[in-house]
């Protein structure tokens, strides 16, 4: 009796296993159904999948494949289901992308699954789904910030945006090759290194942050009643980039209800 009840109850499992399965695949042909292969309007060019070693292409400089360097040119290698928004906002349509950090261009999957690359002159702004490690599965990437300086110069890569409202965390990210030498010199190794700056736009300004901490945060807002005791009652540390967004949703939301 109890091998029946055994037998009985694998069948049920693996029955669900196959519903789970089914739900699973079906979503995923519905997320590509929704998106598009034909960029309208929009200039796209071959993936050049290499690299000047000093990120400029100047033609003294050597250049890399790919498969040549450690670790990986892409913010994630994942394809994610994305809108794309020219100029007045314009949503030109929903596409599969990836962004390539060390390029700075999106990749999107055209007719017949093939990878090409968007105009970063047009598109100044990508809203990708369902990605991780975000708040609300939402990653959004834009270009041509007023005020976003780093050494004194407009910053033309895409930034990510990181929440909404008067105040705004964006990053940038920056993503080159390292060259090192191997274990007995003998030769040279190449990896992909990545460095973040943090940025607060604020009502008035635009700030780049040394780094996201607690000084450089709370210094750089105007006070309000009972924000420290909400970020000690939250375990918030300023040094998790998470938990930098919870606390600007918090401190966004309190001061639209002040108004």
Not at 110 to 121: N, Q
Not at 126 to 142: E, H, M, Q, R, W
Not at 235 to 241: A, D, L, T, Y
């Amino acid at each position: 009796m109890k091998r029946v009840k055994n037998n009985w109850l694998k069948i049920f499992c693996c029955f669900l296993l196959m519903c789970f399965s089914i739900d699973l695949s079906a979503q995923s042909q519905g997320m590509r159904e929704n998106t598009r292969a034909e960029l309208d309007g929009i200039k796209s060019s071959s993936v050049n999948n290499e690299i000047f070693i000093d990120g400029k292409g100047s033609f003294n400089s050597q250049r890399l494949a790919y498969s040549q360097i450690q670790g990986s040119p892409f913010w994630n290698d994942v394809f994610y289901p994305a809108d794309l928004y020219v100029s007045d906002n314009k949503n030109i349509g929903r596409f599969l992308v990836r962004y390539n950090i060390a390029s700075q261009e999106f990749h999107y999957k055209g007719k017949d699954s093939i990878e090409l690359v968007v105009s970063t002159e047009m598109v100044n702004r990508v809203v990708l789904y369902n990605t991780a490690d975000t708040i609300n599965g939402i990653s959004v990437f834009v270009k041509n910030i007023p005020g976003l300086l780093l050494n004194d110069k407009l910053i033309n890569d895409y930034v990510q945006q990181m929440n909404v409202g008067k105040y705004i965390l964006y990053k940038h990210t920056k993503r080159a090759v390292v060259i090192a030498d191997s274990l007995f010199g003998a030769a040279k190794r190449y990896y992909f290194g990545s460095t973040n700056t943090y940025f607060l736009q604020t009502p008035k300004e635009v700030i780049q942050l040394k780094k996201i901490s607690d000084d450089n945060i709370l210094s750089s807002i105007p006070h309000i009643q009972e924000m420290e005791n909400w970020i000690k009652e939250n375990k918030i540390k300023m040094n998790r980039e998470l938990d930098v967004l919870r606390f600007l949703t918090y401190y966004n939301q309190h001061i639209e209800i002040k108004r």
